[in-house]
T-cell receptor, first 118, second 113 residues
Framework: GAGVSQSPRYKVAKRGQDVALRCDPI?????LFWYQQALGQGPEFLTY????????KSGLPSDRFFAERPEGSVSTLKIQRTQQEDSAVYLC????????????????FGAGSRLTVL | AQSVSQHNHHVILSEAASLELGCNYS??????LFWYVQYPGQHLQLLLK??????LVKGIKGFEAEFIKSKFSFNLRKPSVQWSDTAEYFC???????????FGRGTSLIVHP
């Protein structure tokens, strides 16, 4: 597609519910990132995929957070047993490639999924 | 771990005023540097980037940024702001050998007409 598409745009969950957030990156983009953005803060790294391989998940805040990208395109971020502190905007971004090829390091972001946990 | 500091969290200016937003990073090696902007109701988008070469980088809409290696800084500037520049501005750094850009907490800019 022309851009990075995320769904749902808004999600309200009751505390303890599971949620799944979807990201459809730009076609052909190898790298995919998930970031969490709390109100008034910058994006905080969650996890990184290169094709279907999850190369870094060091930013996932707990084992309730899980991400996958099984076919190297669409990715899903799943949060189990949601807590109020999970309320944030979850941003997905993709880039042509990662690492040393600097020309390919520019991130294209989706609009984000705003999660509110009551 | 890399860290990025944006010193000005909220900036309010009148149209035609000059703008400078600070960005400092902690990593001392090779870096790629970015400024992203988020206009109201829109998603984050690239404003400008530095990879190598001329440390003065020009971006869209009259913005520029200067990489000063000795000061670990990449400040964003614009000589004369417009009301349409009202937005959130984020500095980001990609350290050499890393795949993952680190973002600052952002600066909220409000320009009064």
């Amino acid at each position: 597609g022309a851009g990075v598409s995320q769904s749902p745009r808004y999600k309200v969950a009751k505390r303890g519910q599971d949620v799944a957030l979807r990201c459809d990156p730009i076609s052909g983009h190898v790298s995919l990132f998930w970031y969490q953005q709390a109100l008034g803060q910058g994006p905080e790294f969650l996890t990184y995929f290169q094709n279907e391989a999850q190369l870094d998940k060091s930013g996932l805040p707990s084992d309730r957070f899980f991400a996958e990208r099984p076919e190297g395109s669409v990715s899903t971020l799943k949060i189990q047993r949601t807590q109020q502190e999970d309320s944030a905007v979850y941003l997905c971004a993709s880039s042509l490639k990662g690492g040393v090829e600097h020309w390919a390091n520019v991130l294209t972001f989706g609009a984000g999924s705003r999660l509110t946990v009551l | 771990a890399q860290s990025v500091s944006q010193h000005n969290h909220h900036v309010i200016l009148s149209e035609a005023a000059s703008l400078e937003l600070g960005c400092n990073y902690s990593y001392g090696g090779t870096v790629n540097l970015f400024w992203y902007v988020q206009y109201p109701g829109q998603h984050l988008q690239l404003l400008l980037k530095y990879f190598s070469g001329d440390p003065l980088v020009k971006g869209i809409k009259g913005f520029e940024a200067e990489f000063i290696k000795s000061k670990f800084s990449f400040n964003l500037r614009k000589p004369s702001v417009q009301w349409s520049d009202t937005a959130e501005y984020f500095c980001a750094v990609l350290s050499g050998g890393s795949y993952i850009p680190t973002f600052g907490r952002g600066t909220s800019l409000i320009v009064h007409p």
